[in-house]
């Protein structure tokens, strides 16, 4: 299966700035998605993010407050804007489907203070 | 009515323990995953089931399709077991994930 290596690991930022995650597959995946868990709460779907297409956001996630780019088939970013306290969570990317299972990265723990 | 439930939210087990986790979900599935999360939150894929059992190491996952019921069990648990272990009932690409189990393993 696909490794991924996701970046930063945790950072902590001010309100009303932007932060940018990647992650870098190490295969060519077409689907890659972008996780939220907020504190104590279970993983909640973003987007999902096809190379060479607009990503495709769940209820509740706008593109203008999580951006995210897929230029390749192995890159993928999203960025969270404009950030408030309330946007304090784990992040995570996944790839993959079947047969060969899911992967995902090591998550992106943001605190924004 | 979460889509997924799973049980217990927290447990506590002395080294060498069995372990058992359940999940029962209400969706129709195209498999049934479980996933355990690190403290720092990266998350490793288990188990993909959509039958039957699989045995990885000491792990052990099950699902009866027909009651839409799954457990992970450890065999001879170890404090390095200590992690959130989550059930994802997978219809195509949209998962459905519990809210996880917070296993500590006591030396």
């Known amino acids: 299966s696909a490794v991924i290596s996701q970046k930063p690991s945790r950072d902590i930022c001010q309100r009303g700035t932007s932060l940018t995650i990647q992650c870098q597959v190490d295969?060519?995946?077409?689907?890659m998605f972008w996780y939220r868990q907020q504190p104590g709460q279970s993983l909640t779907l973003i987007a999902t993010?096809?190379?060479?297409?607009?990503?495709?956001?769940e209820s509740g996630f706008v593109i203008d407050k999580f951006p995210i780019s897929r230029p390749n088939l192995t890159f993928s970013t999203l960025t969270v804007s404009n950030m408030s306290p309330e946007d304090s969570s784990i992040y995570l990317c996944?790839?993959?489907?079947?047969?060969?299972?899911?992967?995902f990265g090591s998550g992106t723990r943001l605190t924004v203070v | 009515k979460n889509e997924v439930e799973q049980s217990p939210q927290n447990l506590t087990a002395q080294e060498g323990e069995f372990i058992t986790i359940n999940c029962s979900y209400s969706?129709?599935?195209?498999?049934l995953h479980w996933l355990q999360q690190h403290p720092g939150g990266g998350i490793v894929s288990l188990f993909m089931l959509s039958s039957g059992k699989k045995k990885h190491g000491r792990l052990i996952a099950t699902i009866n399709i027909q009651e839409k019921h799954s457990s992970l069990h450890i065999t001879a648990s170890h404090p390095r077991d200590s992690a959130v272990y989550i059930c994802?009932?997978?219809?195509?690409?949209?998962?459905?994930f519990g809210t996880g189990t917070s296993l500590t393993v006591i030396p």
């Open positions: 295969s060519q995946v077409t689907m």
């Open positions: 969706v129709g599935i195209s498999a």
């Open positions: 996944s790839v993959g489907g079947p047969p060969g299972g899911y992967t």
């Open positions: 994802a009932a997978r219809e195509g690409n949209q998962f459905y």
């Open positions: 993010a096809n190379q060479g297409s607009e990503a495709t956001y």
